[in-house]
């Protein structure tokens, strides 16, 4: 078992920066892909981006086209956290952010059900 806890949120205007961290606890794996999604009120869960590897040779990070430019998702996996650097934010932004896991690589891992585990969340609100 995996458990994801979400931080760093917050209140902040738009053009600022936030970073998110997703620590994971319990049962790792060499081969992983960290996701992060998220859901403003009344739409749908969506996805944002996601880091993988497969403890050999293979890192990828891919992104959302909404985000693609502003954010960045990077590891350190000897503290097993993953962050998520979000610069350049938009009132469109707004959401709850979640962070989740699933024990292989994948480069393209894009849907809610390619994941395992999830976090509880972390509330991101940009003001205009």
């Known amino acids: 078992q995996v458990q994801l806890v979400e931080s760093g949120g917050g209140l902040v205007q738009a053009g600022d920066s936030l970073r998110l961290s997703c620590a994971a606890s319990?049962?790792?794996?060499?081969?992983?892909?960290m996701g992060w999604f998220r859901q403003a009120p009344g739409k749908e869960r969506e996805f944002v981006g996601a880091v993988s590897w497969n403890g050999i040779n293979l890192y990828y990070t891919y992104y959302a086209d909404s985000v693609k430019g502003r954010f960045t998702i990077s590891s350190d996996n000897a503290k097993n956290t993953v962050y998520l650097q979000m610069n350049s934010l938009r009132p469109e932004d707004t959401a709850v952010y979640y962070c989740?896991?699933?024990?292989?690589?994948?480069?393209?891992?894009?849907?809610?059900?390619?994941?395992?585990?999830w976090g509880q969340g972390t509330q991101v609100t940009v003001s205009s």
């Open positions: 989740a896991a699933r024990n292989q690589y994948c480069s393209h891992c894009q849907a809610q059900y390619d994941y395992h585990y």
């Open positions: 319990g049962r790792t794996f060499s081969s992983s892909t």
